[in-house]
């Protein structure tokens, strides 16, 4: 069963600080993963997407590295922001055996700054 | 203006009662879909349409129904609501990828309680 799991589930750090959030999965056959951010009450907005063969892409004072062996991919966040203050979540997209794309999404990661 | 736009953003309702959720889009996408979020759940997937003649159920479908009334437009309804379908709904819409991978354009949600 396709699986993605992030950790920690909520982060709370200072204002200009730097972070650092996990995914893993176990999503066969992989074809890329996302990185989204979702305010509370909003719609999730996409930050990054990797393919199989992107190790490190950004996004700003966003970073997501992706680790396809250890199936393993992190999120960091440089000199954070109030307005950094969100829900991240990974998603990672399998082909199916018609080429169609599957999706298992996360549950997030629930990063709080404070001033 | 919104690309994806939700509406109702809010509705509460009782048990029994036929609710539908209706989404419009300005980004020229094809594809459509609908998702559901839940607390300490991932999103899923409940229906996609990739063009106006094409309907497809998602993981969990059961109970609900979708029109697609034209590119524009994806309907979902819940022809008889059950309280179990409580939680924050999300269309989203993508463009056919000439390049892997598809990013996801999502609206800004539509939170039903249902009674």
């Known amino acids: 069963k396709n699986q993605v799991e992030q950790s920690p589930q909520s982060l709370i750090i200072l204002e200009g600080k730097n972070c650092t959030l996990q995914c893993n999965y176990t999503v066969s056959p992989f074809s890329n993963l996302r990185w989204y951010k979702q305010d509370t009450g909003r719609g999730p907005v996409s930050l990054t997407i990797m393919t199989f063969s992107e190790n490190t892409k950004s996004n700003g004072r966003y970073t997501a590295t992706l680790d396809a062996d250890t199936k393993q991919s992190s999120l960091h966040i440089t000199a954070s922001q109030l307005s950094d203050s969100a829900s991240y979540i990974c998603v990672v997209s399998a082909i199916s055996n018609f080429g169609n794309e599957k999706l298992t999404f996360g549950t997030g990661t629930r990063l709080t700054i404070i001033p | 203006d919104a690309d994806v736009t939700q509406t109702p953003r809010n509705r509460i309702t009782k048990t029994g009662k036929r609710i539908m959720l209706e989404c419009s889009q300005t980004k020229g996408h094809d594809r459509m879909y609908w998702y559901r979020q839940d607390p300490g759940l991932g999103l899923r997937l409940i229906y996609y349409?990739?063009?106006?003649?094409?309907?497809n159920k998602g993981e969990i479908s059961d109970g609900y129904s979708v029109s697609r009334q034209a590119q524009a437009k994806f309907s979902l309804s819940l022809e008889s609501a059950i309280p179990n379908q409580t939680a924050l709904y999300f269309c989203?819409?993508?463009?056919?990828?000439?390049?892997?991978?598809?990013?996801?354009?999502f609206g800004e949600g539509s939170r039903l309680t249902v009674l």
């Open positions: 989203a819409t993508s463009a056919e990828p000439t390049v892997p991978p598809g990013e996801l354009f």
């Open positions: 349409s990739f063009d106006v003649k094409d309907i």
